[in-house]
């Protein structure tokens, strides 16, 4: 009888636990994989220009001209001089919080739904081709999960017992809202949670004080942030080339980036929707209560909430905001997969979770993908001292000037006559809505700052927009002018790859 006892035991707890172990290990070869093999595309170059600013003065007046919180730019602002410039060693903070979030996972799954469903949300977290991409870029994004994580696994231990706890849920709260904005609306959640939990219950006030003194914390201490959240809420905007999408829209881009390829969209669904039946028995399940509550409110919640607030903001969302969410989401799935009977059937089902998630990890490692970094080499080897550089549109001269070191005049399209390396959100829509009036000014610039015997160097994406879009039309009459006035010599197009390229087009003057 104590063998079989033992036997159980290793079943339901030693085998989860080092499937735990090996799911760690391969989610941390693939988020360190090829880490170093490309470079910086522009939200990262903008983030490590930022973040190279004087600590925290010049950190947070460059966040007034941008859209983030500054926790993020903080701690790559120390951890660069530690772990040194290159994009392996850069990223590596990003990937570390990413490959922490898989154990993670796996001990809060097993805290609020047995070890089983842990071992189910530690299988996605590691695989899941958009949480291994973000990890992969020097953004905030993975730590923004991994904070997304242990804020509601805080919470639901401080309900459970008191005490310290609810100091360690404010500091986790706290550096969420100082990570991303989608924090507010996870904040939100949770706080929705504890106050329905708290009606259903009607504990005495005593027992009340605790959560609403930690809210308070936080609240009080993310206060100075939030006043400046205030002034960046006109710079979340609908950028004036791109189309609004409509609710549905967004919907699917979320779903198409998160869950791609479509199989693995069917099979999350199914699993989500085992997960969600609230009267299915979950073996070794804790006798806490609320678990599941707290689990949807922090990811279905967080999701509807973003979409309804980005009806105002922005037109399109980016999917990866979604790592807000993704931790419940995969606490979610890992609840359905626990629940998956026949038990047995449970690891082909996530084998096949598996095959595809691996199946659309290139497709989401291409949306951070750039080749600026080739672009800024091939000019800086071969531009000369009498030349002009022209960057169009002026967002691409940010990854473009990471790399580039020369001295030679800059102009980046449509306003600024001078080195570019960070792009001022504020009023950039307005810039662009008057690019035409930019044309003949950049003409007029490029030729008074023109050596003799120069070269115009003209570093540009003309076809990444479609030909119906007003505003971008004037990088395409900028050419065109440049192409009547000046001579071509080279067209370079081999670095369309990603989702951030330009050509270099070399001109001199016909007179030369």
């Not at 993020?72 to 990413?98: C, K, N, T």
């Not at 993670?104 to 469903?117: D, E």
């Not at 050419?479 to 001109?507: C, H, P, V």
């Amino acid at each position: 009888m104590r063998s079989e006892e033992v036997l159980k035991r290793v079943q339901a707890e030693v085998v989860p636990a080092a499937g735990a172990a090996l799911l760690t290990i391969a989610g941390a070869y693939l988020r360190l994989r090829g880490l170093g093999s490309y470079g910086f595309w522009r939200d990262e170059a903008q983030c490590l220009f930022i973040a190279q600013k004087e600590f925290p003065a010049g950190i947070v007046q460059a966040l007034l001209h941008e859209a983030h919180p500054p926790l993020y730019y903080v701690l790559q602002h120390f951890w660069i001089p530690l772990a040194g410039w290159g994009e392996f060693r850069v990223r590596l903070l990003s990937a570390l919080f990413g490959i922490l979030l898989v154990p993670l996972l796996y001990l809060a799954g097993r805290r609020l739904f047995g070890p089983r469903a842990g071992l189910g949300a530690a299988l996605w977290g590691a695989v899941a081709p958009l949480h291994v991409a973000v990890s992969q870029t020097a953004r905030m994004y993975s730590l923004l999960a991994l904070l997304a994580l242990l804020s509601l696994w805080l919470l639901y231990e401080a309900r459970q017992r008191g005490g310290g706890w609810w100091a360690g849920y404010a500091l986790a709260a706290l550096a969420l809202l100082y990570t991303h904005n989608w924090g507010l609306l996870l904040w939100a959640c949770q706080n929705g949670f504890a106050a329905w939990m708290a009606l259903r219950r009607r504990p005495p006030f005593r027992r009340l004080l605790p959560w609403l003194i930690s809210q308070a914390v936080v609240g009080l201490l993310y206060l100075p942030w939030f006043l400046i959240l205030l002034r960046q809420i006109p710079i979340i905007t609908v950028l004036p080339f791109v189309p609004v999408p409509s609710p549905s829209e967004k919907l699917m881009q979320i779903a198409g980036d998160l869950l791609a390829p479509w199989p693995m969209l069917v099979l999350w669904l199914a699993l989500l929707a085992w997960g969600l039946w609230p009267t299915r028995p979950q073996p070794a399940v804790p006798k806490g209560e609320g678990a599941l509550a707290a689990v949807i409110l922090s990811s279905l919640g967080v999701l509807v909430l973003g979409l309804l607030v980005s009806l105002r903001t922005y037109g399109q969302v980016p999917s990866y905001v979604t790592m807000a969410a993704f931790p419940a989401l995969c606490l979610l799935l890992g609840r359905g997969l626990a629940g998956v009977r026949p038990a047995w059937l449970a690891l082909p089902v996530g084998v096949l979770l598996m095959f595809f998630s691996l199946q659309g990890l290139p497709r989401a490692q291409f949306m951070f993908r750039s080749t600026l970094r080739e672009v800024a080499m091939t000019v800086e080897r071969k531009a000369g001292p009498a030349d002009v550089i022209v960057i169009a549109p002026d967002y691409l001269a940010t990854t473009f000037n990471i790399y580039y070191h020369g001295d030679q005049p800059q102009i980046a399209f449509p306003w600024t006559m001078g080195r570019l390396e960070e792009i001022d959100c504020v009023g950039w829509n307005e810039r662009w809505m008057r690019a035409a009036e930019a044309v003949p000014e950049t003409l007029i610039a490029i030729e008074e700052q023109l050596g003799a015997g120069g070269l115009v160097w003209f570093i540009a994406a003309p076809d990444e927009f479609p030909d119906d879009t007003a505003y971008y039309n004037q990088v395409r009459r900028l050419k065109q002018m440049l192409d009547a006035r000046y001579l071509l010599l080279e067209s370079n197009r081999r670095f369309r790859s990603g989702t951030e390229w330009a050509d270099i087009y070399i001109y001199r003057r016909r007179s030369d």
